[in-house]
């Protein structure tokens, strides 16, 4: 097992396999955490894939999801990629539901942020980065329950970096502004045209660039549309 180790959390079929795929590329055993986890696989690069069941919402699950990554190696990078949301208008929302969205899409995020934290200061290094989208900036109408964990995970974001930041840790929050492409988007490719969803791999590219800055100019907030999206 390599004595570097990755956690990402919210790996799904898309942006979460990417990531998972891309940091095991560069040789770290990466604990892919979600809910409904897969079966473990080989890596490419001569990384490692270890399929982890995890409430992102449940404090003591984290812990020991960031333990057991820990106990595999140094963690140096940790992801906090989870979030779910109904789209309805606020007469039609459900308090239960806007506050479970809240939990998965900001507590969530503060529990990673904070238990990747707690392992990276031992030895001074790491990156902790945030998947944020275009709610992060604005509320659109019907989004109340995407608008409002998305703000406030970036507010905390920006909290850790700048807490963690001279402390050598490099915390980022990334601006999905745009549709990643699925098999659910995929007709938007044929109307728009080539390039014009958001590729899961080419994001995490951004996200590796990101981990491989050094100290000395570090980004805090990245934001990543195709060519075509307005903003």
């Avoid at 970036?154 to 929050?173: D, M, W």
Wanted: one cysteine or more.
């Amino acid at each position: 097992m390599s004595t570097e180790t990755a956690v990402v959390v919210g790996v799904g079929p898309g942006l979460g396999t990417a990531l998972v795929n891309g940091f095991a590329r560069e040789g770290y055993t990466v604990f892919a955490a979600a809910r409904k986890p897969a079966a473990d696989t080989p890596a490419p690069g001569g990384g490692k894939v270890v399929h982890v069941t995890c409430d992102a919402t449940d404090p003591a699950q984290v812990e020991e999801l960031f333990a057991r990554a820990a106990r595999g190696g140094t963690l140096r990078v940790a992801v906090f990629n989870a979030g779910t949301f109904q789209r309805g208008t606020v007469v039609e929302a459900d308090p239960a539901e806007f506050e479970r969205c809240w939990k998965v899409g900001c507590f969530g995020g503060f529990l990673v942020g904070r238990a990747a934290a707690k392992r990276m200061l031992e030895h001074g290094a790491g990156t902790i980065l945030f998947t944020g989208a275009t709610a992060s900036l604005r509320g659109g109408a019907g989004f109340v329950n995407l608008a409002s964990p998305k703000f406030a995970l970036r507010a905390v974001a920006q909290s850790l970096a700048r807490e963690l930041g001279p402390k050598g840790i490099h915390v980022a929050h990334v601006i999905i502004d745009g549709q990643i492409h699925s098999d659910r988007y995929a007709h938007l490719a044929g109307e728009r045209g080539p390039d014009s969803l958001l590729e899961p791999g080419a994001i995490a590219e951004a996200y590796l660039a990101l981990h491989r800055q050094p100290r000395n100019a570090w980004t805090q907030e990245l934001d990543l549309r195709p060519w075509v999206e307005r903003f």
